[in-house]
């Protein structure tokens, strides 16, 4: 295996890019700006996507209005997308860390109506009803003041956060440096303005490299924390899952699990149906959305999980579920591609295919024989647990960017 291999990747951008990080702002001795007096001076602070308006919907469910700290880590802890990992990994190796979602309206009114005095959010107390009425206006002034207020050392901008070259400048105002997660096919995006683009997926991170942004790579991670809120049932159901999203981008992916489908017993959930076409299998399997730990709790219940990379990322394993599957201890199968034995050990850890013949024919096996298929999840989920996890992603962002403790 070459888990040490990518280790050794990992190094090699530490060093590259220590230097770009190695004058980051230390907290000001003797404060002057309202962020530095009030001492909310954060070591890092992170711009979270509100993918799909998940966070603002699931906020139109809560009965009773609470402060924003409530409010956010109860969004946070129902475990969609990063959740609070992140979080909670940084301020465990001691650094001063919070997270915003600068698109979540709802939840920044709460964040702009506790900090009333700080430009530039006194405005929104003169003009709140026009400004909520044009969302845009409403988040970008929030937002500007969370990063004023906050004075990170180091900003880190997730992919589904707004974000336009002028921001970047007006930021830098207030924030030592200016870090991008990456995670989709490229974008019209001011890359190259950020001091580092972390990304999952080695083909984006080539084309990015190629119109000059410096790039590091960052995998996707499992929360182990999901384990004390999601328990798995005695037994796994016979049957296969995928949870997911059905877009233009996924037609490969669309194949596969049509042609699975036809054979198989292969449970849907996630969203796009309205692309595939009248007589499409998948119609057929759709069980409907999953999010947060309704997502992890169909991961603990399925004996095998599917997965089909987005067609940009071509056989490189990239996706989150690759570690929330086996995170949660699922068989899961997966395409054969150079980079997976940095990840996972094929035929021990995972099952990989190279045709969709293939793959229907491993997934039928592992149908039939319900015991190998749970050993091969106990040896991912160990895998994932030892290597995969936020903790360890925590460790190589810092050496990647040397941020100090």
Not at 208 to 216: D, F, I, M, T
Not at 285 to 299: C, F, K, Q, S
Not at 336 to 342: A, C, M, P
Not at 351 to 370: F, T
Request: with cysteine; hydrophobic share 40%; aromatic share 10%.
């Amino acid at each position: 295996m070459r888990f040490s291999g990518l280790a050794a990747t990992i190094s090699r951008y530490a060093v590259r890019t220590c230097a770009l990080f190695s004058n980051l702002p230390q907290p000001d001795p003797n404060p002057t700006t309202p962020a530095a007096s009030a001492g909310a001076r954060l070591d890092l602070l992170m711009l979270m996507e509100d993918y799909r308006r998940t966070y603002s919907q699931l906020l139109t469910t809560y009965d009773e209005p609470a402060d924003y700290v409530t409010t956010a880590q109860r969004i946070f802890a129902s475990g969609r997308f990063y959740g609070d990992a992140y979080r909670a990994a940084l301020r465990a190796r001691g650094l001063r860390a919070d997270q915003v979602v600068p698109d979540c309206l709802p939840l920044q009114q709460r964040w702009a109506m506790e900090h009333p005095d700080l430009k530039p959010v006194a405005p929104l107390r003169r003009a709140w009803k026009r400004l909520t009425s044009n969302g845009n206006a409403a988040t970008s002034l929030i937002r500007d003041a969370q990063i004023q207020f906050h004075q990170p050392r180091v900003l880190w901008v997730f992919s589904g956060v707004r974000t336009s070259a002028t921001d970047l400048r007006r930021w830098r105002t207030h924030a030592g440096c200016i870090l991008l997660w990456w995670s989709s096919p490229v974008r019209p995006r001011p890359y190259t303005e950020f001091d580092l683009v972390l990304c999952g997926i080695p083909s984006v991170a080539n084309t990015l490299r190629e119109r000059g942004a410096k790039v590091a790579p960052l995998a996707h991670a499992f929360d182990p924390r999901i384990h004390d809120r999601v328990r798995p049932p005695p037994h796994r159901c016979a049957r296969v899952a995928f949870v997911g999203c059905l877009t233009g981008a996924h037609r490969s992916r669309i194949e596969y699990l049509e042609y699975l489908a036809r054979h198989v017993d292969l449970d849907f959930y996630g969203y796009g149906l309205e692309l595939l076409a009248p007589d499409s299998p998948l119609r057929a399997a759709y069980r409907g959305p999953a999010w947060g730990d309704t997502l992890h709790e169909i991961y603990s219940r399925y004996l095998v999980v599917f997965h089909r990379n987005i067609d940009v990322a071509g056989d490189e394993p990239s996706a989150k579920r690759l570690f929330e599957a086996t995170g949660m201890g699922a068989c899961l199968v997966l395409e054969r591609g150079s980079g997976l034995s940095d990840y996972f050990e094929d035929g021990s850890e995972v099952m990989a295919y190279r045709s969709k013949q293939e793959a229907l024919a491993i997934v039928l096996h592992l149908l039939a024989n319900p015991d190998e298929a749970q050993a091969i999840g106990a040896r991912g989920q160990q895998r994932t647990l030892s290597w995969h996890t936020y903790e360890q992603r925590t460790n190589e962002l810092l050496e990647v960017i040397g941020l100090s403790t």
